[in-house]
């Protein structure tokens, strides 16, 4: 019998995000909810209407919307969005840790163990790639994040920041001037208006990523266990085959308590995913233009 190998998830299921942002930005111009918040930002100069979600979001329109999703302060968003890598990391470590197809245990034979080791690492490598490029992407690139210098290049700048400091010395040494001047977050937390380039959403970038990351791990790691319970229904003959195959190897072997928290770390990740989908949609809804949006996923 052919060894069975964890499925790879179909290339396919990432039309899913394209497919998001079309269904969020489609029903940001027919909701008569969207269309009302638009509607304030149509006191704007007529310019700037086209372009209303993305102002909106400049000019703080989003601090009190109608929706409870269109606000900046949100719950989700201060606690999920903010802080999205810690939630990514942590679900992944919990699959790392608790997933039979990563964990070695004492019961297994030894080249059972070298297999699973292995794919840890494997996984692991596939986090830290993530992590580099949602570092260098979102927070820092020898400088600005790409992110930053992406908006930058693409004429946007500081505005009322720049102002100030063509009239009064902004303190500090040459570099944090800089810093305040050519990173979006260190411009709003001066007061500046972050303006006028093409602003990819930090927002869709991380959260595409790590949807996937972990969507992708825990298909793999999901199917692994399942496959291997199926195996256990088998009985003898799966018994066998697993005896003779250092591959095949599943919860057979498995300490009765770590079922617990193998169920338990796939919800937490599908959780994550699930809630990381939602907040995706709602960026889709009522942040950024459609350009911003497509840009970065
Ligand atoms: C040459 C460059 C090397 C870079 C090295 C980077 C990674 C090393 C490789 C492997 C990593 C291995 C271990 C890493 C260990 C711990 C990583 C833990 C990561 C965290 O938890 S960071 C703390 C939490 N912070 C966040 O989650 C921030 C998430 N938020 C954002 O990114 C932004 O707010 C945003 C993009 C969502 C939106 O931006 P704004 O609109 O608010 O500007
Ligand atoms: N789903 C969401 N919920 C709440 N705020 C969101 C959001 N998506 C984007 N934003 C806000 O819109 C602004 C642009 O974000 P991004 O460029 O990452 O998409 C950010 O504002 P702040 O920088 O003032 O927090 C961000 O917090």
Not at 257 to 286: N, P, Q
Request: hydrophobic residues 45%; contains cysteine; proline residues 5%.
């Amino acid at each position: 019998m052919a060894t069975p190998t964890r499925p790879a998830p179909s290339p396919a299921a990432l039309l899913i995000y394209p497919a998001t942002l079309l269904l969020g930005s489609l029903f940001s111009v027919i909701s008569p909810v969207a269309r009302a918040t638009r509607d304030s930002s149509l006191r704007l100069p007529k310019s700037a209407a086209p372009l209303a979600p993305s102002l909106a979001a400049d000019l703080h329109l989003s601090e009190n919307p109608v929706n409870y999703f269109a606000r900046k302060n949100n719950i989700f968003n201060i606690y999920f969005v903010k802080i999205g890598w810690l939630w990514t990391t942590v679900a992944f470590v919990s699959l790392l840790l608790f997933q039979p197809a990563y964990r070695a245990s004492s019961s297994l034979s030894q080249a059972q163990q070298q297999t699973r080791v292995r794919r840890a690492l494997q996984a692991f490598l596939r986090y830290a790639i993530a992590t580099t490029i949602w570092y260098l992407m979102t927070q820092w690139f020898f400088g600005p994040a790409i992110i930053d210098r992406s908006f930058l290049v693409t004429g946007g700048k500081c505005e009322e920041v720049m102002e100030r400091a063509g009239k009064m010395d902004l303190g500090g040494s040459p570099s944090t001037q800089v810093e305040t001047l050519f990173s979006a977050a260190a411009c709003k937390a001066a007061g500046g208006a972050w303006r006028g380039g093409h602003d990819i959403s930090g927002h869709v970038f991380m959260l595409v990523l790590a949807t996937a990351l972990l969507a992708h791990e825990a298909v793999g790691a999901g199917a692994f266990s399942a496959f291997s319970a199926s195996n256990r229904a088998d009985g003898d003959s799966a018994r066998e085959r697993k005896a003779s195959d250092p591959v095949v190897s599943g919860p057979m072997n498995e300490e009765p308590d770590s079922g617990l928290a193998r169920k338990w770390s796939l919800r937490l990740v599908w959780g994550v995913v699930g809630l990381g989908w939602w907040m995706l949609f709602m960026t889709a809804i009522w942040f950024h233009t459609w350009l911003e949006k497509v840009s970065c996923s």
